[in-house]
Nanobody, 123 residues
């Protein structure tokens, strides 16, 4: 079955950096969009970033634009999220998700999810 496994979360001070990684397995992900979402306590899950199969198209939430960068390695079935200039409001559980063909910023449009990795940014 499909598995998405995130890693790289942790505790960091404001202004610091973290790099999240997600490894996908269990099927061929050719043509799939790979994305990151996050969910803070008491809040709804929100879109962070997405990348197309080719890597040519990348999408970011306004709140992370210019600070986060998404990348993927199709040979390894991995997607990374480089997070720089972190802020306390970036604190959340970060989830990797995939869906076929087309980008979407709606969590309900995604077929497969990882278990999440905690990112905590202290002030």
């Amino acid at each position: 079955q499909v598995q998405l496994v995130e890693s790289g979360g942790g505790l960091v001070q404001a202004g610091g950096s973290l790099r999240l990684s997600c490894a996908a397995s269990g099927r061929t992900f050719s043509g799939y969009v790979m994305s990151w979402f996050r969910q803070a306590p008491g809040k709804e899950r929100e879109f962070v970033a997405a990348i197309s199969w080719s890597g040519l198209n990348r999408y970011y939430a306004d709140s992370v634009k210019g600070r986060f960068a998404i990348s993927r390695d199709n040979a390894k079935n991995t997607v990374d999220l480089q997070m720089n200039s972190l802020k306390p409001e970036d604190t959340a559980v970060y989830y990797c998700a995939v869906r076929p063909r087309y980008y979407s910023d709606s969590p309900g449009e995604y077929d497969y999810w990882g278990q999440g990795t905690q990112v905590t940014v202290s002030s």
